[in-house]
Nanobody
Framework: VQLQASGGGLVHTGGSLRLSCAAS????????AGWFRQAPGKEREFVGA????????YYADPVKGRFTISRDNAKNTVCLQMNSLKPEDTAVYYCAAWLGGIIVHPDEYDYWGQGTLVTVSS
């Protein structure tokens, strides 16, 4: 499974960005997907995840109410809509996938995208 994340960029505080993650496998609809981020000098942290069907989502507290994960299994894509962005959201964002339910620990994910940089200016 190959994952390709895109959509990062520079945005002002309060702005929005939409990240996309495209999967190379037709059975992507069997995989739960997650988004993680890593800021300079910090460990990779969980942002949110979505079940294989898209029926369930789970978010980390810092992004709850501002970020939304969705997926289109017909197009093998998962998206992260980020609103009300803050400077502390600045990081490289990664998408990940695994054959199972929603999980938050990065070590449990089997497949990772290459990351896309999000920079929020104050």
């Amino acid at each position: 499974v190959q994952l390709q994340a895109s959509g990062g960029g520079l945005v002002h505080t309060g702005g929005s960005l939409r990240l996309s993650c495209a999967a190379s496998i037709r059975t992507f609809s069997s995989y739960a997907a997650g988004w993680f981020r890593q800021a300079p000098g910090k460990e990779r942290e969980f942002v949110g995840a979505i079940s294989f069907s898209g029926g369930s989502t789970y978010y980390a507290d810092p992004v709850k109410g501002r970020f939304t994960i969705s997926r289109d299994n017909a197009k093998n894509t998962v998206c992260l809509q980020m609103n009300s962005l803050k400077p502390e959201d600045t990081a490289v964002y990664y998408c990940a996938a695994w054959l199972g339910g929603i999980i938050v620990h990065p070590d449990e994910y089997d497949y990772w995208g290459q990351g896309t940089l999000v920079t929020v200016s104050s």
